[in-house]
């Protein structure tokens, strides 16, 4: 492949991630909705800890292992931020 064919995948990629996230976002609307309704708190830790487990196993070493944790915490960050908004907390 050339360049542009690379960057053209690269693209493709990104606009799946984009959709991803989205529809991942819409999800954590449902949540906080949920937790809201049922007096819940908006953080579990303990779930978020052995999500990140689960997802930093699906990598292939141990880099991989580094920026999944990273990405996912960020992304989790970002969820209880949209939940604290449905809370009125933001």
């Known amino acids: 492949m050339n360049l542009q064919e690379i960057r053209k995948s690269v693209d493709d990629v990104d606009n799946e ?4 996230y989205k529809k991942r976002m819409s999800l954590c609307n449902e ?6 309704k049922n007096n819940m708190p908006i953080y579990d830790p303990v779930r978020e800890k052995e ?11 141990n880099s991989d292992r580094q920026e999944i944790e990273e990405l996912f915490s960020h992304i ?4 209880r931020k949209r939940q604290a908004f449905i809370f009125g907390e933001d």
Request: net charge positive; hydrophobic share 50%.
């Open 17 to 20: 991630i984009v959709r991803l």
């Open 31 to 36: 949540i906080g909705e949920y937790k809201k």
């Open 51 to 61: 999500k990140l487990k689960i997802l930093c196993s699906l990598a292939d070493d």
């Open 76 to 79: 989790m960050l970002m969820s």
